[in-house]
């Protein structure tokens, strides 16, 4: 089989980039993915849409992601369920720098965010102990989209773009022949100009068997529901304790919390551990205490896909022609899924992006350029 662009991977970045390929006029693009549509992290992700980062880029690209999904609606037919979210940033002592940088970074972007000292937090988050914390941040534009939607949206309209999706389709080597790259697997011989890795936390092997590095590691990250908790305040709120790592979302019907630091990384393992559970509530019950009575429900595990500076990998690849790179999101794939498509199909068919993304780019690791990202959730 024969494309001009073949995209590796069927989780939101990759069908994102396809449908941008082809809305600007790519004529064949494939998209060859090793299980099924949204089989990988997508499937698992949360639907937060944050402009709070230690990163420039990351808001930016927030920014422009959000004007994409403001406009999701017209440009697929489908609603990703677009709300407004108040996310709290909790910082001690010891983070306290890292919110006062990131709040003067999204205000320069004229968006609405602002520090916020505990005493005034403290009849907002009734029932949460604040008593160490230095400083809190929020930002008005933060927002929530639903996922499955958004995949659903972009996968639907690949096929009416004449996209090809091939399910099933494990893309076992990457080999450069004369003037094209060959993607096998067992089931299928793709060649084509470009390619696109856009795997998730399964990018890595498919660099090795082309010979680069890419250093993306796979990173368990599990969120438990737990119920019966006393309301801690209105809805649509993300509290994110910066010094314990712990995430807590107050839902309608219950709550999610999530932990990283137990997590091995470099291992493909998806289960939910009961230990990390109960691990997760104690933490968790540090600043909440109401949450040591709450029963915990179930819980989801997926695989965050870490990069050492905690940014993503976008662009072409050193040393071989024709190899794109789009993965490596470190947790926050979902949001930037939108303007990133836009931004590699960009990168593919036009001299220069609309967003100047170099430095997030592959060789940054080479030159040893990195930007280390502070606050991933
Ligand atoms: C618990 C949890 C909560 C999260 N919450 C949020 C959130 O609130 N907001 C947010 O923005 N992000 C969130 N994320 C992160 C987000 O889900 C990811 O960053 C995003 O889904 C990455 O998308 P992707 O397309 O790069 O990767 P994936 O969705 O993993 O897609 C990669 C695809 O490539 C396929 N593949 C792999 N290897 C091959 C191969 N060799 N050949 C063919 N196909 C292959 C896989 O099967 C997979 O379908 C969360 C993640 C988790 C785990």
């Known amino acids: 089989m024969k494309g001009d662009v073949l995209v590796i991977g069927a989780g939101i970045v990759g069908l994102s980039v396809a449908y941008n390929l082809a809305e600007m006029g790519c004529r064949?693009?494939?998209?060859?993915?090793?299980?099924?549509?949204?089989?990988?992290?997508?499937?698992?992700?949360?639907?937060?849409?944050?402009?709070?980062?230690?990163?420039?880029?990351?808001i930016k690209l927030t920014i422009e992601s959000l004007n994409i999904l403001k406009r999701f609606k017209n440009l697929t037919g489908y609603d990703p369920q677009l709300k407004s979210i108040s996310y709290y940033l909790l910082a001690t002592k010891e983070e306290e720098?890292?919110?006062?940088?990131?709040?003067?970074?999204?205000?320069?972007?004229?968006?609405?965010?602002?520090?916020?000292?505990?005493?005034?937090?403290?009849?907002?988050?009734?029932?949460?102990?604040?008593?160490?914390?230095?400083?809190?941040?929020?930002?008005?534009?933060?927002?929530?989209?639903?996922?499955?939607?958004?995949?659903?949206?972009?996968?639907?309209?690949c096929i009416r773009h004449e996209v090809i999706v091939l399910e099933h389709t494990e893309i076992q080597t990457l080999k450069e022949e004369k003037g094209y790259l060959r993607a096998v697997s067992e089931v299928e011989t793709i060649d084509a100009d470009t390619v696109v890795i856009a795997a998730g936390a399964y990018s890595a092997p498919l660099g090795r068997s082309i010979g680069v590095e890419i250093p993306i590691q796979p990173f368990k990250r599990q969120m438990f529901y737990v119920e019966g908790l006393p309301s801690v305040a209105k809805t649509n709120l993300l509290l994110f304790d910066m010094h314990n790592k712990v995430a807590l979302v107050n839902r309608v019907e219950g709550s999610i919390v999530g932990v990283h630091?137990?997590?091995?990384?470099?291992?493909?393992?998806?289960?939910?551990?009961?230990?990390?559970?109960?691990?997760?509530?104690?933490?968790?019950?540090?600043?909440?205490?109401?949450?040591?009575?709450?029963?915990?429900t179930g819980g989801i595990a997926g695989l965050y896909?870490?990069?050492?500076?905690?940014?993503?990998?976008?662009?072409?690849?050193?040393?071989?022609?024709?190899?794109?790179?789009?993965?490596?999101?470190?947790?926050?794939?979902?949001?930037?899924?939108?303007?990133?498509?836009?931004?590699?199909?960009?990168m593919i068919l036009k001299d220069k992006p609309s967003v100047d993304v170099s430095q997030f780019s592959p060789n940054r690791f080479l030159n040893n350029k990195q930007v280390y990202e502070q606050i991933v959730i």
């Open 97 to 157: 720098e890292i919110l006062k940088w990131s709040v003067k970074a999204q205000l320069k972007h004229g968006l609405h965010s602002r520090l916020i000292e505990p005493s005034e937090l403290k009849p907002i988050l009734k029932g949460v102990v604040l008593d160490d914390i230095a400083v809190a941040s929020t930002c008005k534009e933060d927002s929530w989209v639903n996922p499955s939607i958004l995949l659903q949206g972009y996968y639907d309209s």
């Open 28 to 58: 064949k693009v494939i998209v060859a993915e090793k299980e099924f549509v949204g089989a990988g992290t997508t499937g698992k992700g949360g639907g937060g849409v944050r402009h709070q980062f230690s990163t420039e880029l990351n």
């Open 261 to 296: 630091d137990r997590s091995v990384p470099g291992s493909f393992d998806e289960t939910i551990n009961l230990d990390d559970a109960l691990y997760v509530k104690n933490v968790a019950a540090h600043r909440i205490p109401s949450i040591k009575e709450a029963e915990l």
């Open 305 to 346: 896909e870490m990069t050492p500076d905690r940014n993503a990998i976008l662009g072409c690849i050193p040393n071989v022609k024709g190899l794109f790179c789009a993965a490596g999101f470190s947790g926050h794939g979902i949001m930037h899924a939108p303007i990133v498509g836009k931004i590699v199909a960009e």
